[in-house]
């Protein structure tokens, strides 16, 4: 039997944070990840070696702002939230990903 693979897909990561951060204002980055599994039923999973580098990547592009805080188990914590540009970002990402998924599917279907 194939092993499964479920790490996200490279160049899809900076979609999802996105997205997550448009739905929740303000999260911290074991959040993000607790999130996106919790929300993808387990298929995907972000390791914390690819999370921490793009949120630091995606805060220098401007997408993102961080802050220091405290999370709900009293632990320092910096949380990030999406900005403007990254909501443009965000709407370029979701684009470019729907066309992918297109092309992917013409290809399947073609037999």
């Known amino acids: 039997m194939p092993q499964r ?3 996200v897909l ?3 990561l900076a979609l999802l944070v996105l997205r997550t951060l448009a739905s929740n204002p303000r999260m911290h980055g074991y959040a993000i990840t607790t999130h996106l599994q ?3 039923a387990d298929l995907l ?3 914390e070696g690819s999370l921490y580098p793009a949120l630091h990547r995606m805060e220098g592009q401007g997408w993102l ?3 220091w805080g405290v999370t709900e188990k009293n632990r320092e914590a910096r949380f990030y939230s999406i900005t ?3 909501r443009k970002q965000l709407a370029a990402e979701e684009e470019t990903w729907a066309r992918l998924t ?3 599917g013409r290809v399947l279907r073609y037999a």
């Open 102 to 104: 297109e092309g992917v």
């Open 38 to 40: 919790q929300v993808s």
């Open 45 to 47: 999973r972000v390791e």
């Open 5 to 7: 693979k479920n790490d």
């Open 10 to 12: 490279q160049g899809t």
């Open 84 to 86: 403007a540009k990254g």
């Open 65 to 67: 702002r961080s802050e």
